[in-house]
Nanobody, 120 residues
Framework: QVQLVESGGGLVQPGGSLRLSCAVS????????MGWYRQAPGKQREWVAA???????TYRDSVKGRFTISRDNAKNTVYLQMNSLKPEDTAVYYC??????????????WGQGTQVTVSS
C-alpha cells in the first residue's frame, strides 16, 4: 500500500522560509511525476511545482524564483524549499505522486496535507 507522509509545515513571517518533505512508502511500479499542490481556504486546489522523469522541474509562475522542488530517490522523498514566503502562499500543501502500475494503469497518490501559514 502506497503512503505519502508530509512534514515541515508551520507558521512563518512574511519573507521567511520553510522546507516541506514528503516521504513515499510502498511500491509504485513506475513514477513519472512527484509534485506539490496547495489549497487555500475557499479556493480550489492548485498545482505548485513538479519534478518529472529525468529530474526536470516546473513551477507555477507565482512561485518561480522563490520555491525549489527536489527529490532524493534513495530516500523516496520529495522536498519543497520555500523562500521569501508571502501571505498569499498560505494554504494546505499536498504532496502528489503520479505513476503507473505493473499493468500500466495510471495511478495517483496524495498525502494528507500540511498547513503553511504566512503571517506577521
Amino acid at each position: 500500500q502506497v503512503q505519502l507522509v508530509e512534514s515541515g509545515g508551520g507558521l512563518v513571517q512574511p519573507g521567511g522560509s520553510l522546507r516541506l518533505s514528503c516521504a513515499v512508502s510502498g511500491s509504485i511500479f513506475s513514477i513519472y511525476s512527484m509534485g506539490w499542490y496547495r489549497q487555500a481556504p475557499g479556493k480550489q486546489r492548485e498545482w505548485v511545482a513538479a519534478v518529472v522523469s529525468g529530474d526536470s522541474t516546473t513551477y507555477r509562475d507565482s512561485v518561480k524564483g522563490r520555491f525549489t522542488i527536489s527529490r532524493d530517490n534513495a530516500k523516496n522523498t520529495v522536498y519543497l524549499q520555500m523562500n521569501s514566503l508571502k501571505p498569499e502562499d498560505t494554504a494546505v500543501y499536498y504532496c502528489n505522486v503520479a505513476g503507473y502500475s505493473r499493468t500500466w494503469q495510471p495511478q495517483d497518490f496524495w498525502g494528507q496535507g500540511t498547513q503553511v501559514t504566512v503571517s506577521s
